[in-house]
């Protein structure tokens, strides 16, 4: 077994293709399958199973690729500890954001970033956090920006800030003139959420359980759509406070704050335990922390 072959079974998990993960590892296809296929030979199980359309791991082929990352991880690590005094600040880092938060912190995050880290540019990746809990396992993002609860073997997290939802209508509509909203009354309303492939709906639901019982809620893909099909008049909606700041602010719209107890949501940083670059992660912790903004509490 060689550090090559841990690393083409790895390419080849997150890839799901041969030919894309040979081109990866700069090796050629029979190559890289020859190798993986003398591993298989050398362990005596199957890693994958070889469909017509696509590669899946099988069941051990799972656990031995979880045990190779951090395998991997573990040797960078090594070399990290070789290279005495290197600088984990120079370099990019790739990281994963939920889509509720990605266009609303990263414009606030990145000048802040640039400052206190400037030779460590961002590699983002914007995804579901179902998506990114398997890309963070598999060593496709360093880090990721994630709502709680996120709890995973093998993953550390440091909470970040708290942030409280607001409702959102049309300028015209009776509710606009309000000064706060219960969330028990959105039942009554037409109210526009993300698809449940989304974390920030759950958690819309779990504010206002009336919604799933007696609500009609409809469906959009993203924050920003949702927004356009409010001003449009066609129902209310709810939006975690960054995506309702000034710089979102439309004539077309209004922003009501909920009643007592507002709900929020805790946003939180999470990394791979075995990830070599901790100052990194101190870093980027450190930047949001920094952010100042009326959406962002600190947590207590």
């Given at each position: ?22 081109e990866?590892c ?76 990605g ?18 540019p ?7 956090t ?20 996120f ?24 509710w ?17 959420l ?18 799933s ?23 209310i ?6 995506a ?38 101190t ?18």
């Amino acid at each position: 077994m060689t550090l090559n072959e841990l690393r083409y079974i790895v390419a080849v998990a997150r890839e799901r293709n041969f030919r894309r993960a040979a081109e990866r590892c700069f090796v050629s296809q029979p190559a890289l399958s020859l190798a993986i296929q003398k591993l298989e030979e050398e362990l005596g199980v199957q890693l994958f199973e070889r469909r017509k359309t696509d590669i899946a791991l099988t069941g051990v082929g799972e656990q031995i690729v979880e045990q190779a990352i951090r395998v991997l991880d573990d040797v960078a690590k090594i070399k990290e500890m070789a290279r005495q005094g290197a600088d984990q600040l120079v370099g990019s880092i790739r990281l994963g954001v939920i889509y509720t938060v990605g266009p609303y912190l990263l414009p606030e995050l990145i000048p802040v970033l640039r400052d206190k880290a400037p030779e460590m540019p961002l590699d983002v990746e914007e995804n579901t956090t179902a998506s990114l809990e398997t890309q963070l396992r598999n060593g496709v993002v360093d880090a990721a920006v994630i709502a709680l609860p996120f709890d995973l073997p093998g993953i550390a997290t440091v909470e970040l800030y708290d942030e409280p939802f607001v409702v959102v209508v049309p300028a015209d509509h009776r509710w606009a003139d309000k000064t706060s909203i219960g969330a028990a009354d959105l039942a009554g309303e037409k109210v526009l959420l993300l698809n449940s492939g989304h974390c920030f709906s759950n958690q819309v639901v779990e504010a206002c359980p009336e919604l799933s019982r007696k609500g009609e809620v409809l469906q959009g893909n993203s924050l920003e759509t949702i927004r356009n099909m409010v001003a449009s008049g066609l129902g209310i909606t709810v939006l975690p406070c960054s995506a309702a700041s000034e710089r979102y602010r439309n004539p077309l719209l209004r922003m009501i704050p909920f009643d007592a107890p507002v709900p929020t949501r805790r946003i939180a940083l999470a990394w791979r335990k075995s990830f070599v670059r901790n100052s990194a992660i101190t870093a980027l912790a450190d930047a949001v922390k920094t952010i100042k903004s009326d959406c962002f509490s600190p947590v207590l």
